[in-house]
């Protein structure tokens, strides 16, 4: 998705993985499609990412966690916990299996849209002003 979006004119993507081989998958692909400069990839935690003090702010957060394990609303939450990785107009967008959906209570994020596609259902949650 983030290479989706620097093809598509955004300036910049970080893109995160715990595991080694699809964090080196993440940097051929990248580097293949040309697109090294406007990308950082990073090897670590998504958790402790979301959780720390926020170095930039994102228009989009697309988080795609392993299924059937209730990553997603735990990534969820630590990104409605720490706005500052989030632009004022900011966007989060989460990947799941639709029988992973449930609602899930947050203070500054709001579920505006659900889109799906076969066995992957894409929500959308943006701030509440």
């Known amino acids: 998705i983030g290479i989706e979006a620097l093809s598509r004119g955004a300036m910049f993507a970080r893109f995160s993985d715990l595991n080694r081989a699809p964090v080196e998958t993440i940097k051929e692909n ?50 409605d916990e720490n706005m500052g990785w989030l632009t004022d107009d900011g966007t989060v967008i989460v990947q799941i299996d639709p029988t992973e959906y449930e609602e899930i209570e947050l203070k500054n994020l709001e579920e505006t849209e ?9 929500i959308f949650y943006d701030r509440v002003h």
């Open 114 to 122: 659900q889109r799906k596609y076969g066995s992957t259902l894409i």
């Open 30 to 79: 990248v580097e293949h499609c040309g697109f090294s400069k406007q990308s950082e990839i990073r090897k670590g935690d998504a958790f402790g990412m979301l959780s720390a003090q926020a170095d930039r702010q994102f228009e989009y957060i697309y988080i795609a966690p392993p299924q059937y394990q209730g990553m997603w609303s735990k990534a969820l939450q630590l990104a």
